[in-house]
């Protein structure tokens, strides 16, 4: 798969997507948990920038504001680190050489690496049935009250390989290639579907750069039916192209037993604010992708 191209044909894509979404905008619940759930039928986008946090689903998996401090590349321990001005995109794996890795991911194998199914904590949320496999973003923008805090997620695929499957997608193949497609937050090529998020909001004040997690995504495991724990999971994501990145890395971590943020108090608080609202997302497969 070829990078994108920051200019030209993609910035003519970025504004009629702009337009289309536009239309397609959905209204804020104005309820106290400040859920905002996003339509998987049509594109739309999910702010998770508004006040009270904000959460939503897209594809049946759920998107989320979360304040898990501090982070910090040592206490955060990320398996996908990338970096890119405007646009950027990376999965992890540990392959690709040190510290420069394939598309835009930096730091491997340290801190952009390789990721076993076995390796992710299944998390349970009040309310909710099933389980879920959790990943958190610490996003690196700069700015407080200025727009380059904002940044978009445009795209996420995740896949399982049984066997090392990096090396043969690299930076120029389809990025398909990696293996058995588990969740997409849009159709390959297509950043319809896209998350708004705030990186300089925390929990009483604010933030810029790293330091403070700015969103998790839950995956329902049962996605997952079929795989091993030995399987790779490779997990492959675009920013930027609603709204650009300027700043530092990018960082996500998968929750472990040990990582689950904050005691498992912030899983509580957002599954009691499901069942309060009746907010009873119905998990589509990935034929349902806008």
């Known amino acids: 798969m070829k990078k994108f191209n920051k200019t030209g044909p993609m910035r003519l894509r970025r504004v009629i997507g702009n337009l289309r979404t ?14 905002l759930p996003a339509s998987t039928a049509f594109a739309v986008p999910l702010d998770l920038t508004t006040t009270p946090p904000a959460s939503g689903t897209i594809n049946g998996a759920i998107y989320s504001t979360i304040d898990s401090q501090p ?65 958190e973003l610490d996003a690196n923008e700069t700015g407080n009250g200025n727009d380059k805090r904002l940044l978009s997620i445009d795209q996420i695929r995740i896949y399982t390989s049984a ?43 604010s933030t810029s750069g790293s330091g403070s997690s700015d969103m998790i995504l839950y995956v329902p495991t049962d996605l997952f039916s079929g795989a091993l724990d030995t399987d790779f999971l490779y997990f492959y994501t675009i920013n930027g192209v609603n709204k650009s990145a300027d700043a530092g890395y990018e960082e996500w971590r998968a929750l472990t037993g040990a990582s689950v943020p904050d005691g498992g108090s912030t899983l509580l608080l957002l599954g009691s604010a499901l069942t309060a609202l009746g907010f009873l997302a119905g998990r589509r497969g990935l034929a349902d992708q806008a």
């Open 22 to 35: 536009q239309r397609r905008i959905v209204a804020i619940l104005a309820v106290a948990a400040g859920l």
């Open 71 to 135: 982070t910090g590349t040592g206490v955060f321990q990320p398996f996908l680190t990338y970096q890119g001005k405007g646009i950027e995109e990376g999965y992890n794996t540990s392959q690709g050489g040190n510290g420069q890795g394939f598309l835009d991911t930096k730091r491997v194998p340290q801190w952009n690496h390789d990721l076993l199914v076995g390796d992710l904590a299944q998390v349970s949320l009040p309310g909710k049935t099933g389980t879920y496999f959790a990943f």
């Open 163 to 205: 066997t090392d499957s990096a090396n043969s997608v690299g930076d120029g193949a389809n990025i398909d290639d990696l293996g058995k497609l588990r969740y997409a937050q849009n159709d390959l090529g297509s950043t319809a579907n896209w998350v708004l998020i705030d990186a300089s909001k925390k929990e009483g004040g």
